[in-house]
């Protein structure tokens, strides 16, 4: 499944790019935003731990246990938010400008979007630091070690 994540996901921001930088659109930032945002789920997250899974085990050690941790909480989060604005964005451009008669919408705005991604990006981080932290690698039979979030009570 994580095949076809990083293939669709490279497809849309390859095809969201604009030809010309001047013509970049609200609609083209946010879905790059997706992309970006699902591309280190593929490849941080999923990737890692389909192999670990093949392998039998956690073999990608103690560090990056908690890379893989931060990464699943930051892109799961910044994914969330993206397809919330899309969504806003497309419903204020599809029901909001026939209420005004096809006036402009107050998400079609680079700076407002550039704005709210921005603050997504960090309210994201700040909620998956913690992820870096409450981890260990459960060791099981002496030689099965698996990568788990622990929280304190």
Known sequence: MFIAGILGNNWLAICSLPRHKSSIRTNE??????????????????????M???????????????VFCFCAGLSETSSIFTTFFISVFWHQKLVGSLKRGGAPVQMDSLCLVGCLLAGSWTVAVVFSVPHFFFFTLEVANDSHEDCIEIFPD
């Open 29 to 50: 930032v946010l879905f790059i935003n997706l992309a970006i945002s699902n591309l280190i789920t593929n490849y941080l997250v999923d990737l890692p731990d389909t």
């Open 52 to 66: 670990a899974d093949f392998a039998g085990r956690w073999f990608l050690g103690k560090t990056y246990c908690g």
